[in-house]
């Protein structure tokens, strides 16, 4: 009768200890994979690679609602002639960003270009790689990259 007893209990304590060793994984695993998830990365403070866009010409521009506003940090007011436009690109770590620009202006004037952080894979660390690309301009205007993330808008 004692063997019976003391097989009970040592099945118990073994009982117990699968279940706090099963508790203690799941509190593991839901503290690695687990936590809420959204659509947008959340970026820390100051993960941003900058551009500036410098109109020199004689059209007051004004951003077009066609601008992606996702992951850009966009200025508001008009881009009046002498003035400075200074766009905030999120950057992502490992991943390339980009989001696209649509100026207008008055006679059909367009403006629209693409503002990019280039994730690079051979220096992995190195996540401020800014350049824009698909510079397109009509109008009254004509635009070009003077240096990496600067664009000048002058002219035609």
């Known amino acids: 009768m004692n063997d019976e007893k ?12 699968l279940v706090l060793v099963l508790f203690i994984l799941l509190v593991i695993v839901t503290g ?5 998830r959204s659509d947008d990365p959340v970026l820390p403070q ?3 690679q900058g551009f500036d866009i410098v109109n020199q010409s004689s059209v007051i521009l004004t951003l ?13 007011d008009p881009l009046v002639p002498g003035a400075t436009h200074r766009f905030e690109l999120g950057v992502t770590p490992f991943s390339t960003t ?5 100026y207008i202006g008055l006679n059909e004037t367009m403006v629209t270009f693409t503002l990019v952080n280039q994730f690079n894979w ?12 698909n510079i397109m301009a009509s109008g009254l205007v004509r635009a070009s990259e003077v240096r990496r ?3 000048n808008i002058l002219n035609a």
């Open 6 to 17: 003391t097989g009970n209990i040592s099945s118990g304590k073994y009982t117990v200890g």
């Open 32 to 36: 690695l994979f687990g936590g809420s």
């Open 46 to 48: 100051g993960l941003t």
């Open 64 to 76: 077009s609602p066609l601008t992606e506003r996702k992951n850009l940090g966009v200025p508001t």
């Open 98 to 102: 980009s989001a696209q620009v649509v």
């Open 122 to 133: 051979l220096a992995p660390y190195d996540w401020y790689n800014p350049y824009i690309k």
């Open 149 to 151: 993330g600067l664009l």
